[in-house]
């Protein structure tokens, strides 16, 4: 089982920075990538960036050039740095981590939400 605990949210202007830290822990030997989800209220879900255990990243295009996704191995931790923040981007921002392939399964594992708000 791995852990995730997010930290890094809290209330800012439009034009702001925030990193977002996610921390992990448990069985952290074996985690194939990271990423994290945002969800506004009454909106759906969505997914802001992921990065591979090779580093490898992607991000949504509501995000691009404005957040950056990044990996410490050594510490288990994911970072998110969000630059030019917009009041658009006020959501619980939601750390993930997927697991190797072991038994024919992925698992999944989700951190309790860090909330950022982006004030106009």
């Given at each position: 089982q791995v852990q995730l605990v997010e930290s890094g949210g809290g209330l800012v202007q439009a034009g702001d920075s925030l990193r977002l830290s996610c921390a992990a822990s448990g069985d952290t030997l074996c985690i194939s990538a990271?990423?994290?989800?945002?969800?506004?209220?009454v909106k759906?879900?969505?997914l802001v960036a992921v990065i591979t255990s090779i580093g490898s990243t992607n991000a949504a295009d509501s995000v691009k050039g404005r957040f950056t996704i990044s990996r410490d191995n050594?510490?288990?931790?994911?970072?998110?740095?969000?630059?030019?923040?917009?009041?658009?981007d006020t959501a619980v921002y939601y750390c993930t981590a997927w697991g190797c392939l072991v038994g024919g399964r992925v698992d999944n594992y989700w951190g309790q939400g860090t909330q950022v708000t982006v004030s106009s």
């Open positions: 990271m990423g994290w989800y945002r969800q506004a209220p759906e879900r969505e050594a510490k288990n931790t994911s970072y998110l740095q969000m630059n030019s923040l917009k009041p658009e």
